[in-house]
């Protein structure tokens, strides 16, 4: 890993096609900007992370037994019948 110490309105060049621009630093956090191809996905780490393991998820719960109790559990509960007349 490259670690670069870097001002506010500094670049970073990655390649020919990325940049990288350090916009602001506060006392917790740096923002940055990223210009890159459109082609080239640009996406936190975090984002990447919860994608996966929401596709993840889904592809477990597609089983016929999961799909049956998942019915199961979105159907109202029958009202309990008291045995009088309403």
């Not at 984002?47 to 999961?66: D, F, H, I, T, Y």
Request: net charge positive; no cysteine; hydrophobic share 45%.
């Amino acid at each position: 890993m490259l670690m670069m110490s870097r001002r506010e309105g500094e670049t970073i060049l990655i390649g020919d096609a990325i940049e990288i621009v350090i916009t602001h630093i506060g006392r917790t956090r740096v923002r940055v900007g990223i210009r890159a191809p459109r082609e080239t996905p640009v996406i936190a780490r975090e984002v990447k992370l919860v994608r996966e393991e929401n596709r993840a998820a889904a592809v477990a719960g597609r089983s016929p037994e999961a799909l049956t109790g998942l019915i199961a559990r979105l159907q109202p509960a029958a009202a309990p019948r008291s045995g009088k007349p309403a």
